[in-house]
């Protein structure tokens, strides 16, 4: 799932980021944050982002970033959490790879379904 976000992420919009992750969460495990087209990005809605993405990744999930400015993410690589947090160029590029690791982790478990064992 892509959800594309327009305009300001901060301390006033960050809680309707939190509503709208979570209810994603509900029906999609993989979740693509486009952010291409947000003007601003404060620390609020950056924490709200950590927490969704550790939620997604400890249920099995993911939950990845596209199209972020540097000057946004760049709290992230200070604090060393945009080394584990995936994030993508332009949303068809995330859109590509999950599509491939869903493909991958699917003929993974087909030939494990199917007696082949585990290495």
Known sequence: ???????????????????????????????????SAVD???????????GHWKKAEAAGGTLALAGARYRYTKTLWITGLADKLTMYETVDEGVLAQASAADQARAGGQARAGGQPRQ
């Open 40 to 50: 601003f990005l404060d620390t609020s809605a950056l924490a709200v982002i950590v």
């Open 1 to 35: 799932m892509v959800i594309t976000i327009r305009g300001d992420l901060d301390i006033v919009t960050s809680p309707q980021l939190d509503e709208c992750l979570s209810a994603a969460e509900h029906t999609h495990s993989r979740i693509i944050l486009d952010l």
